[in-house]
């Protein structure tokens, strides 16, 4: 054979390789979505993943072998130590176990078999490195192993995982900062309130007259953009139910979903507001009228 020919057919043999991985492979620095088909003839291989970013996703199609998952920031510090891994697991997620890793001792996280498909995983950054391991099957058809993922703070996580601290009253501090430090600001009020005891949590239908900020859009505009509609979430063991009158909501955004913080009724607010104000203790402007 011809030695321009020879190499015609390499480069033609690597452009298909290129093909056929990339359709394979789709990664950026926050998400990944791979095949376990890439290295179906090699059951053992263990891959490794890199993620940077404070949120993503993974996704792994017809899981064999292993993947090893590293998530950080994309800028490291000294704090990040003092970082919380949260994920969630896709609803429909099966095909892999996820342990942690660290210095060649596996911790089970998740189990294939899911005892709540919404239960979220926290862990902290230091107990070591995700290893998902892909469980022994004759089929491996319809098997997707995913979640989500979050990298926040271990006070944000308290905060949100912990129902003593989900459920107990704000102090009128713990209302300022909330009112100008959470993902979400509003005022408005309960339309209704339903409980869900399989997931363990409370949803409140929120009607807003007034939107101070909101880190996503879960609240939409009606009425011509004179009201907004959201749903907001709480843990069942709070017991909350509809009250009358105007609240002031506030809370963090986990997952795509709003969690609630504090929730002072309005006119309390006002009160809180006006004397802080009034000492120079208000820690950000907002309007209370």
């Known amino acids: 054979m011809l030695p321009s020919v020879t190499v015609a057919l390499a480069i033609l043999v690597l452009m298909l390789f290129k093909a056929v991985t990339s359709q394979q492979y789709s990664t950026d620095l926050c998400s990944w979505k791979g095949s376990g088909l890439t290295h179906e003839s090699h059951l053992r291989d263990v891959e490794q993943v890199y993620l940077r970013c404070s949120e ?71 107990q070591g490195v995700l290893f998902i391991e892909a469980t022994p099957r004759q089929d491996i058809s319809r098997k997707i192993t995913g979640f989500q993922y979050e990298l926040i703070s271990q006070r944000a996580v308290s905060n949100l995982y912990t129902v003593s601290a989900s459920c107990r009253p704000c102090s009128d501090t713990e209302v300022l900062l909330a009112a100008c430090t959470s993902d979400f600001v509003v005022r408005g009020v309960i339309q209704g309130v339903s409980h869900d005891s399989e997931q363990q949590e409370s949803v409140i239908d929120v ?53 609630l913080g504090c929730a002072p009724r309005f006119k309390d607010f006002q009160r809180i507001y006006q004397e802080a104000k009034s000492k120079g203790l208000n820690p950000c402007e907002i309007s209370t009228d």
């Open 56 to 126: 993503g996703s993974l996704q792994w199609l017809y899981p064999t072998g292993a993947l090893i998952v590293n998530l950080r920031p994309n800028v490291l510090s000294s704090s990040y130590k003092y970082l919380t891994v949260c994920i969630k697991p896709f609803k429909d997620s099966k095909g892999a176990n996820i342990y942690l890793e660290k210095s060649g001792k596996l911790k089970l996280l998740v189990s294939e078999e899911l005892p709540n498909p919404n239960k979220v995983y926290c862990y902290s950054s230091d």
């Open 207 to 259: 009607s807003v007259a007034r939107l101070y900020k909101q880190k996503s859009k879960i609240f939409q505009p009606v009425q011509n953009g004179v009201r907004w509609l959201g749903k907001i979430k709480t843990p069942l063991e709070c017991g909350v139910r509809q009250g009358e009158g105007e609240f002031l909501f506030t809370g963090s955004m986990h997952f795509g979903e709003a969690g």
